[in-house]
């Protein structure tokens, strides 16, 4: 990941004047959940083009104004940017019709071509980012058999999904690395959709009567899911075609989901994904794959130790053939199933100008203007 991490922003330098005064280190724990200082709630402290005006937790509201003592060449073109979390998508649309909002991130791909009839600025990303369907192989024995795991990518009907359920130029995924991305490689085990070799790997595996507990997140949307519900409708269906009963838990994200998923592992099957940080392999199949996680309930040191031995890899070319082996890999324990990536989208009204979309979903927002 060196030096590619290093230009993440959480590594960028911090005020020590600051970060004492407003005692960043006193952060307290309490179970799974985190008390941070008022370094992190009242005074983020940074060279940016805009400053912190205010943060109304009751409503959900970050008021930013432009710095005009901003180092750079070109300062912010707005006075003020005003952030706030609308939960309900219909409702973030809504307001946007109304005017009371300029834009709102994540649109529905369903409501793409009605914004835009509207005069609504749809802008899309370019795709940097993975859906899959994890594996978790600790409460469930029969998904520790890889005949069934392999049974399950087989089932799922990738190339439908993208279509129907993802945004334009939403693609089937082979693995976890991006295309572009060193640690690609067409050397991956590939599954095609194939309903009976699916039922002849369970009746192989004595599991043609599978059931699994398939969690699906609500109250959120993802660059790379935007409706969660309907998704995982179309691969319980798929699953379901083949013989195996798919019984859902929906929980919300932040109500539950994240939790039951990642901390307990109380799942046999999720829907997850990324976007990522920064362009390295190890940002993606390191941060799934390099280490034992609740997420997937799998010790296999195999992988972890050729995850590891990529990450401190120096010499490019070795790094590259490394990520490729480590792909490979995983390709064939099947810890996960890659599904689709997709291109995500933010949508403002006809006024707003100079956005530039960000592969990462992280607009810099001082370039844009509102007529």
Do not use: C
Not at 186 to 192: F, G, H, L, P, S
Not at 314 to 327: F, I, L, M, T, V
């Amino acid at each position: 990941a060196f030096p590619a991490a290093f230009g993440l922003t959480s590594l960028s330098i911090g005020s020590p004047t600051a970060m004492e005064k407003y005692k960043a280190d006193e952060v307290e724990q309490s179970g799974d959940a985190f008390t941070y200082s008022e370094y992190a709630t009242e005074h983020p402290t940074g060279t940016g083009p805009f400053k912190l005006e205010s943060y109304n937790k009751t409503d959900g509201t970050v008021t930013m104004v432009r710095n005009e003592d901003y180092w750079g060449d070109e300062k912010a073109k707005l006075a003020e940017l005003v952030f706030r979390s609308i939960p309900d998508e219909q409702a973030r649309k809504d307001e946007l019709r109304a005017g009371t909002i300029d834009g709102y991130d994540l649109p529905s791909p369903a409501d793409y071509e009605a914004l835009k009839s509207e005069g609504m600025k749809v802008e899309i990303r370019p795709i940097f980012n993975i859906l899959y369907l994890g594996i978790n192989q600790k409460n469930n024995p029969k998904l520790r058999d890889l005949k069934v795991r392999q049974a399950l990518e087989h089932a799922i009907d990738k190339e439908t999904l993208a279509k129907n359920k993802l945004p334009e130029g939403a693609s089937a995924r082979d693995q976890f690395v991006p295309e572009e991305m060193d640690g690609f490689t067409e050397d991956v085990e590939r599954r095609e959709f194939d309903r009976e070799k699916a039922k002849d790997l369970l009746k192989e595996a004595d599991a043609d009567d599978l059931t699994v507990n398939l969690y699906v997140p609500t109250e959120v949307t993802r660059p790379y899911m935007p409706n969660p519900q309907e998704i995982a409708g179309a691969i319980q269906d798929d699953l379901e075609a083949v013989g195996v009963t798919v019984k859902t838990t929906s929980k919300p994200w932040n109500g539950g989901y994240l939790d039951d998923v990642t901390v307990n592992g109380n799942h046999d099957l999720h829907l997850l994904g990324w976007t990522g940080d920064y362009a390295d392999a190890g940002n993606f199949i390191g941060t799934f794959f390099g280490r034992k996680k609740a997420e997937f309930g799998f010790n296999e040191k195999e992988i972890f130790q050729a995850i590891a031995a990529a990450n401190r890899e120096p010499d490019e070319a070795k790094r590259k053939a490394a990520y490729e082996q480590a792909s490979v890999l995983i390709s064939e324990y099947v810890p996960a199933v890659p599904l689709t990536s997709s291109p995500p989208a933010i949508v403002v009204n006809e006024n707003v100008e100079g956005l530039i979309p960000s592969p990462l979903t992280d607009e810099r927002f001082y370039t844009v203007s509102n007529k």
